[in-house]
């Protein structure tokens, strides 16, 4: 039975210490009861608390860590939406490779998902995995080439066999990596488990429903192994999307510990666009490793882009920090613009300032990451706040210029932009992003 938020708190100091994050030991007991913190950080915590606490203050999806240095992380979800709270940890990628594949092939591939970098509003988005399928049939070859992706690429590797004795070679020849042995039935688990011990590997657990599954995960628990992901074998995107759905609320709704793990989904239809539809519904719907067939920058992108808008944490908008940026090489007599710290609309009004040519400072203030209107209706983006910020930067002394260009949706705050910046000139600049390059040509025409 779950405890409710008195009944934890009785088991904690009852300092109101603060170094949780929460003003007081009831409140942070209140977010241990609706399964939005841990334990680990109340620093003061007693053992008989641990014991008593531990099971039930984990997170109804059970965190697991990947890569060498356990950089990687899965699971520590505590709801069904994001806007609830928000998603922890991203979906995953890996991309296939067939150790039936020549040499050459494999490398190039392996160059590729190394090289990999994505640049979204300030973020380098990569691959974080490597699959290796056993197709060869020579558990020799399967364990080269294990062992060459994760020499060359340094991600964990997702070890696909249904021969025991290859996955504990190649398990062997990446020990230390805490890489995924895929994948443990209730014919070989035994086997796998002990592999999995004694190489530091995630072990990734299947079965063909979802009831045989968690009786699996029960099992393997109980043995005393519980690094596990669990594989569903769907025949369709709607038993896809299905079974993601109920094993989730499962976990979340119903503290069901057997279906609590991140998935793990191989993808491999054939067609691009099947593929890419899957892949986009694993990301949506709970997905935690996203295995593609084969490196394809294209289809990157759009997942990518997906993945980044749906754990961004809704609260807590994506911002730059407030500074004057350069844009090209200015100098002291190039021209301001300013705009908020949104990391959407920094980017694009910057880029749009690039694209027109010219070198030029873009100053933004600290506006928590709202758009232009948002900020102005909140009082964030005015004239005495942007006059403060070019203040507080020591700003005026960088530069000879006396002219900013503000957005055109904010007009109305030039006159409080010149009283709060004396000797400024305020040019009132268009209202979309996309405008600013014809805008610039026209009044800084050289």
Known sequence: ??????????????????????????????????????????????????????????????????????????????VLYRHDKTFVNHTLFAINI?????????????????????????????????????????????TEVVKNAWDKTQRPIILQSTDVEALKKASEAIKGSASVIAYANKDNWKELKEIAVENGHILSVTAPNLNELASLTETIKNDGFNDLLINFQTGSLAEQFQTNTIARRMAIKNNYK???????????????????????????????????PAFNPAQ????????????????????????????????????????????LTYFLVSGEIENSGISAWLVVPQCEGMSVLTAWAAGKFSGASIASAIKEMNFEDQVETREIVI?????????????NLPGWKVLVGPQEAADLESFIKVKFAS
């Open 1 to 78: 039975m779950a405890l409710t938020g008195l009944q934890i708190q009785k088991l904690l100091p009852k300092t109101n210490c603060k170094e949780c994050g929460s003003n007081t030991c009831l409140a942070f007991a209140m977010k241990l009861a609706s399964k939005k913190a841990n334990l680990s950080e109340c620093p003061y915590a007693s053992e008989e608390a641990k014991q008593v606490l531990g099971a039930a203050s984990e997170p109804p999806v059970k965190t697991v860590q990947f890569g060498k240095e356990k950089e990687l992380k899965l699971g520590d979800e505590t």
């Open 98 to 142: 067939d150790d039936s594949e020549n040499t050459d092939t494999i490398n190039t591939t392996l160059e590729s998902i190394k090289n990999y970098e994505l640049e979204r509003v300030g973020e380098t988005l990569t691959i974080e995995m490597v699959s290796v399928t056993h197709k060869s049939g020579d558990s020799k070859k399967f």
């Open 258 to 292: 057997p279906l609590g793990y991140a998935s793990i989904k191989y993808i491999q239809s054939g067609d691009l666009l099947e593929e890419t539809v899957i892949a986009l519904t694993e990301i949506s719907k709970y997905g935690g490793i996203c295995v593609l």
């Open 300 to 343: 990157l992108v759009s997942l990518m882009t997906l993945r980044l808008n749906i754990f961004t944490d809704p609260q807590k908008p994506i911002q730059v920090d407030p500074k004057a940026y350069p844009v090209g090489e200015p100098d002291k007599k190039s021209p301001v613009f300013v705009t908020t710290n949104f990391s």
């Open 407 to 419: 957005p055109g949706y904010v007009s109305q705050i030039s006159g409080e932009l010149e009283e």
